[in-house]
């Protein structure tokens, strides 16, 4: 069976929920082998042995010192080298750069933004807020699929997890910009906002830059914190925290949104949220034609009471 490589997002020793969830679609298609750069810990090969890889291709920590390019240089490589069935990368903005570099390199197609992928590697796509589902598949070269966090759920089935060292001769173009520094965001208990599975967002209904009526309904939740660009701008929350087209892209189970008009630009990047709850004193906002739920009315009365009610259970 041919292989499907795997790009494992990783931090702190620990695997992102989301490369399990791509291990998970890779077992459909063919045989999982997940490509570590970095330092595969024992928990991490652990987990990836959970979920399914048949192989641990670990790569030089040195790939994280440049930009995007030396990665996909290495899964261009492994890609060829293994007569690969496909690559799979979570659809981040920096993996979304990988995969189209990768593709390039392979001369093959490049999907991003997929809900799911099917044995044949067909790629499903959620557009217009949901209203409409389309397929798609790489007819030429082995496709490179960018899944969306959340969008696929994970199930575990053991893999041999056979560890072999990888590595690949940067070119002078692959150096061509290094990483200088890497800050943590503070997010403090709340979950990676990607990968969580209820999002609370903000937007300029808040009204200004206290946001605690937006954290609060988040914490009642287990929640991460969004917010919309137009509150991003006003610096009312950190860019970091934005969703949308020119922000983050999740998928989370629970998507509520509080006082966001629902712009094109900001569906783009939550629209395939499972549930979404708009709290909008506007009963036309855009927002509420693609939500499952909707209270129409003030947030600054209404999260409060909701956040009251769940901390009450
Ligand atoms: P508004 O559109 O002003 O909506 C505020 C909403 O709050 C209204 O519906 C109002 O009825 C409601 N409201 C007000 N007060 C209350 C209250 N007390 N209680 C309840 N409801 C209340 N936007 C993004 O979000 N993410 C992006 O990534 C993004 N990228 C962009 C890229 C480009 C190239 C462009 C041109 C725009 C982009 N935008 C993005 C901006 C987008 O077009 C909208 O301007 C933005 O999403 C609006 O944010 P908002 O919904 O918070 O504000």
Known sequence: ?????????????????????????????????????????????AKLAEYGAEKVYTAPAELDDYVVAPKAELLATLATDRSAAAVLLSATAENKEIAGRTAVKLGS????????????????????????VTHAKVRTGVPVVAVRPNAIAAEAAPGAAVE???SVELSDSAKAARVTERVKQEQGSRPELTEAAVVV??????????????ENLADSLGGAVGASRAAV???WYPNAFQVGQTGRTVSPNLYIALGISGAIQHRAGMQTSKTIVAVNKDPEAPLLEISDFAVVGDLHKVAPQLTEEINKR
């Open 109 to 132: 197609g490049v999907l991003t933004d997929v809900v799911d992928i099917t044995a044949d590697v067909v790629a499903e796509h959620s557009v217009f807020g949901g209203a409409v």
């Open 164 to 166: 072999e060292a990888v």
């Open 201 to 214: 967002s903000g937007g300029r209904g808040v009204g200004g830059d206290d946001f605690s009526v937006v």
């Open 1 to 45: 069976m041919a292989e499907v490589l795997v790009l494992v997002d990783h931090v702190d020793g620990q695997v992102k929920k989301v490369a399990l969830e791509l291990l998970t679609a890779a077992r459909r298609i063919g045989e999982p082998a997940a490509v570590v750069v970095g330092e595969a810990t024992d928990g991490i090969k």
């Open 233 to 235: 701008d006003s610096g």
